[in-house]
């Protein structure tokens, strides 16, 4: 149930299921009695609803809808600016729905009554205005309790941008699979609570549409997740070099080092320039320390040690240092024939600011072995145009920019996208406001690392690490600093790694 569906998918999933059906009606019907059935089991106070209904097929389940509730003993009035056009699905509901209609210009919200949404779903195809945006508008500042069909109208289902306008619910119920609308913000936070209800499509007209976005669940990774087999020793579980700033900032690479041990690679060492040695060596115990001053002295070190992963860019700083050391990195699988795997976060990706080329081209080199783990801000100074492009979703822009790098992309933030080169992409649903903290992005490249040197495939890895830090985050709450993230981790990851209950 974690695929998600674009607006064009969706529709495509109904047309596949009205051809294995015969017709398309049932499936209205049934998502009528759906919306008739939460409404009674969840809203036993409301006597009343106001069934604001579209000129589509989003209005067609608020005609069944409102024919049930009446059955059912509510108040239902309707409350519409146009019929549906002639020949519709809606049309066949409207004709048989006698719920007293009335003009949608005049409707003023009862903030007693339960507003059902069903003006528009994922037919919208401008923006929401005139009429139905003034109602919407006032059902927002009236605060009126409202349950969206679909979609909160206005929302787009593709990329959860707010077309026009939009009013907030308090839950929306969709109908078999969520929209990438439903999690991306601001319709996330529109939506309120999502039910996904069966209206009957069958799960196997899915194997027809080409699905390349998913919600970011465990079940898509947990079964990669690193065991350590009994024979494993330390340098089998993965070894992971973290690169240190200068002395005054160490404290970035210790805490990713620290979650590349608490994802449980078997070594960790902290590569630091001569200066910062001192300081580091004050903080660290288990994990080792290495001096590395300049792009020679990483490619000896790289060339003595098995090194499975490396985290470049938090507090490291910029300048040519930092460009030099990420071409190193990028290059040296295809160098020297050793997979080596690079997370590059913070100064790393600042550091092509204005000139990214490089970047992408030593990336392109290192085969899907790279991710990347910008926040919005360093996104658009290494893909300034991707960044402006406003009309595309988030869940593209990760894309386009992970087709341009070669490499994975975490575009991080409260709905972060993860994406791969061809097109895959998961949307983290989990995120808690706790994690906007300094040194949680530190955390995440650490966790990142940790997980791939254990062999996790990075695609998955990123998936798994952004999942488990929200969860570590959730469950540390208010109060929480980046440093409780990795010694909370083990609690969180060992949750994981038991497997998955029956049923
Ligand atoms: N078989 C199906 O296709 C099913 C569809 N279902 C419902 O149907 C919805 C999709 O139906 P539709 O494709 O008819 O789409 P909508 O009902 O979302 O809206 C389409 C209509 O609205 C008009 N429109 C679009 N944007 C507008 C705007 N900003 N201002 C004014 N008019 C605008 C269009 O011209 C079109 O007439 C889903 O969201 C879902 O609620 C459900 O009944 C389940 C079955
Ligand atoms: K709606």
Not at 4 to 23: F, K, S, V
Not at 152 to 178: C, D
Not at 255 to 274: C, D, K, N, Q
Not at 356 to 361: I, R
């Amino acid at each position: 149930m974690h695929e998600l569906l674009t607006p064009q998918q969706m529709a495509e999933a109904d047309r596949l299921a009205a051809e294995c059906i015969g017709e398309s009606y049932p499936l209205m019907l049934r998502a009528g009695e759906v919306l008739a059935q939460i409404i009674l089991e969840r809203f036993v106070e409301v006597r009343a609803v106001d069934v604001l209904c579209g000129p589509g097929n989003n209005g067609g389940d608020g005609y069944v809808l409102a024919t049930i509730l009446r059955e059912h003993g509510l108040g239902v009035r309707i409350w519409r600016a146009e019929e549906p056009a002639a020949g519709t699905d809606a049309a066949r509901a409207a004709g048989e729905c006698t719920v007293e209609r009335f003009d949608l210009a005049s409707f003023q919200p009862d903030t007693s009554n339960l507003v059902v949404d069903a003006l528009f779903g994922a037919g919208l195809a401008r923006p929401l205005e005139g009429v139905y945006g003034d109602a919407l508008r006032r059902c927002a500042e009236a605060k009126a309790p409202i349950l969206a069909v679909d979609l909160p109208s206005g929302v787009s289902g593709g990329s959860g941008q707010v077309i026009g306008t939009a009013a907030a619910a308090e839950l929306t119920v969709t109908f078999f699979r969520k929209k990438p609308g439903h999690l991306l913000f601001p319709g996330r936070s529109l939506c309120g609570e999502v039910v996904v209800a069966d209206i009957g499509i069958p799960g196997n007209v899915l194997q027809s549409i080409d699905i390349r976005c998913h919600e970011n669940l465990s079940s898509s990774w947990r079964h990669l997740l690193p065991r350590p087999s009994f024979d494993s020793h330390k340098y089998r579980r993965g070894h992971v070099g973290v690169f240190s700033g200068g002395t005054t900032a160490t404290g970035a690479a210790r805490m990713s080092a620290m979650a590349a041990a608490r994802a449980g690679a078997g070594a960790v060492t902290l590569l630091s320039p001569a200066s910062a040695l001192a300081v580091n060596a004050v903080h660290l115990t288990s994990i080792m320390l290495r001096r590395i001053e300049d792009p020679e002295e990483l490619s000896t070190f790289l060339n003595e040690r098995e090194l499975a992963s490396v985290v470049l860019g938090p507090g490291f700083g910029l300048g040519e240092k930092v460009r030099n050391f990420a071409d190193v990195l990028l290059r040296f699988t295809s160098r020297s024939g050793r997979r080596l795997k690079v997370v590059l976060d913070a100064d790393a990706l600042t550091g092509f600011a204005g000139d990214p080329e490089p970047l992408f081209e030593a990336a392109k080199e290192n085969g899907g072995g790279t991710v990347l783990t910008p926040h919005e801000g360093e996104f658009a100074r290494i893909f300034p145009d991707i960044a402006a492009a406003a009309e595309l979703s988030k869940v593209d822009r990760a894309r386009q920019a992970a087709e341009r790098s070669g490499a994975v992309m975490v575009l991080k933030g409260a709905d972060t996208v993860i994406a791969y080169p061809d097109g895959q992409a998961a949307i983290n649903s989990n995120g808690t406001p706790y994690l906007a903290t300094a040194g949680s992005g530190d955390v995440l490249a650490g966790m990142i690392a940790g997980l791939m040197a254990q062999g996790m495939p990075p695609f998955e890895a990123a998936c798994a690490a952004v999942y488990l830090h929200a969860e570590t985050a959730r469950s540390l709450g208010p109060g929480l600093i980046a440093e409780d993230l990795p010694a909370r981790l083990p609690v969180i990851l060992s949750a994981y790694l038991e497997p998955p209950a029956r049923g």
